[in-house]
């Protein structure tokens, strides 16, 4: 099968389908997780709001599937405690029911979990201890709190990828930088995919039994090159956020914005990401910025929810946006904000496509259950039956350890020279993969804006283990090194030409990438 699209979806399906088998091609034309996979508010998390929607069979899915993630990949997500404000007896009576329910439908978060990723239950924190957590927040009529936990994704956009390479581990084959130019459908069956290498020009015919067009926003573009009609329209919802300076404690503040949606002021490696927004964008998807006129808009909502933060523009060190695609039936009115985060697949046999399958909708937590419904119907399709799915307890790359401290324990006895700080970083940060990381050779380090170190070995590893093609693709979506903002010229210097020695680049060719780099920081002034 042809998997077109490398976000979550696709790298779920491309991990799925070659569990069971299948022999997959994934096919990205930008960089793995460069669409909407790197535009979440990094968080895994249950849904709670969608309980006011009743929509209950969408939240106990999410905290499954949150669980399932926690279980595969436990160096990918953190516990993070979330508190919603309370300013009136009738908004804590209602929400101590959601609490309840919350908590009752999660009843198994934590069944054969790593200890260090274990979630605790919601608590009510009193006047004082709200205050005491969230020191910014306005005091009028306020009551207290409710604290829950789910999870914080740190880098949601390597998770991604950690999908894709374990796959390729098993024997997949997956290509960012390769983009579908044509999809026609053969008289024996099947379909012919056109491919362009967007970095060499160089074009290729393939075919394949099956082609899963899980391409997130540009979906309906995928669709229109075949000639299917889809039956529900896919609506793009446009969401920003900012990485500011430290405005938070320890704990993700959930605030209430002037038209009613819903705003996160979320702790994140030593920084805090503010966002998200919610609108509806009509535009083409390849046009897609992020306004500097939209950044003001979103700072002046923290402002007004959570004054303490006077923030302004110069508080800005990275953003980020992306288009979620959402699935909306004929005739539907209402927003983007309210619109289910469900997904859905659909197989155009009957519009006389058969094997032609689209992933519609979802969201990142739910996107194993998604590529687990799809490769079900794409097993029904080929054999009539379905095989069995093993994606709920087979461990990513880096997933592969019992415990947390069993794995530094480890790994400090094993390399007994290294610092313990070091190998506790790379445990966290990488998993299981660390082994292979600690065996390369290296001395120096490179500090970023949030005081984290980098490490040479694990540049080294990055950039020849994890299809990095172009120097935006270690900055911004494998390492996570530059989205906390730009880093001191000397040690950017220093790690550019690392990185260029390892990828045997020229001087043009790495002046080039630096200047693409650069480019990330700036927004669009309209």
Request: aromatic content about 12%; overall charge neutral.
């Amino acid at each position: 099968m042809i998997i077109i699209g490398g976000g979550i979806t696709g790298a779920n399906v491309l991990w799925d389908a070659t569990l069971r088998g299948y022999n997959c091609l994934l096919v990205e034309k930008n960089d793995y997780a460069s669409g909407t996979s790197q535009a979440t508010s990094k968080l895994i998390h249950g849904g709670l709001r969608y309980l006011k929607n009743f929509e209950f069979a969408l939240v106990r899915e999410s905290l499954s599937e949150r669980r399932y993630l926690a279980k595969i990949s436990p160096h990918a997500v953190r516990p993070m405690g979330f508190i919603i404000p309370i300013r009136s007896w009738f908004q804590r009576i209602q929400l101590f029911f959601g609490m309840e329910l919350y908590n009752a439908l999660s009843f198994d978060r934590n069944d054969e979990i790593d200890p260090d990723v274990q979630l605790p239950r919601y608590r009510w924190n009193s006047f004082a201890e709200t205050i005491y957590k969230v020191l910014g927040l306005s005091r009028k009529s306020l009551k207290g709190s409710f604290q829950y936990y789910d999870y914080a994704n740190p880098n949601p956009e390597k998770h991604t990828t950690e999908f894709i390479l374990s796959a390729k581990e098993k024997g997949a084959h997956a290509f960012n930088y390769l983009s579908v130019t044509t999809l026609k459908k053969q008289n024996s069956g099947g379909y012919t995919v056109g491919l362009t290498d967007s970095i060499s020009g160089k074009k290729v015919l393939v075919s394949s039994k099956v082609v899963v067009n899980s391409a997130g926003p540009w979906a309906d573009v995928i669709e229109s090159m075949t000639g299917v009609t889809a039956e529900k329209k896919l609506v793009r919802s446009k969401g920003i956020h900012a990485v500011v300076r430290n405005i938070c404690g320890n704990e993700c503040v959930v605030l209430s914005k002037r038209d009613g949606s819903h705003l996160f002021v979320i702790p994140w490696r030593g920084k805090t990401i503010v966002g998200t927004t919610d609108t509806a964008y009509e535009d083409d998807p390849d046009f897609f910025k992020v306004k500097q006129s939209e950044i003001v808009d979103l700072l002046d909502e923290v402002n007004h929810s959570f004054g303490f933060a006077k923030l302004t523009l110069k508080d800005v060190d990275y953003y980020y946006g992306g288009l979620r695609p959402l699935v909306e039936d004929p005739g539907s009115t209402e927003g983007t904000y309210s619109a289910s985060r469900k997904s859905e697949i659909f197989h155009y046999e009957k519009e006389g496509f058969p094997g032609f399958f689209s992933a519609l909708g979802g969201k990142y937590t739910t996107s194993r259950a998604v590529a687990e419904t799809l490769v079900n119907a794409i097993d029904l399709f080929f054999k009539g039956s379905e095989s069995t799915c093993v994606t709920k307890f087979t461990p990513l790359l880096g997933g592969r350890y019992q415990n947390l401290k069993e794995l530094t324990t480890e790994l400090q006895f094993k390399f007994p020279k290294t610092p313990g700080s070091k190998i506790d970083t790379l445990a966290r940060r990488y998993g299981s993969v660390a082994w292979k990381i600690l065996s390369l050779e290296g001395s120096d380090s490179y500090r970023i804006p949030n005081g984290e170190i980098y490490y040479e070995e694990e540049v080294e590893y990055l950039v020849t283990h994890e299809d990095i093609l172009h120097l935006t693709d270690f900055y911004f979506r494998r390492s996570g090194v530059g989205t906390v903002g730009i880093l001191d010229p000397s040690e950017r210097i220093r790690l550019d030409k690392k990185i260029a020695k390892s990828l045997g680049w020229n001087t043009d060719r790495t002046k080039e990438e630096m200047e693409a780099v650069d480019q990330r920081y700036k927004w669009f002034v309209d």
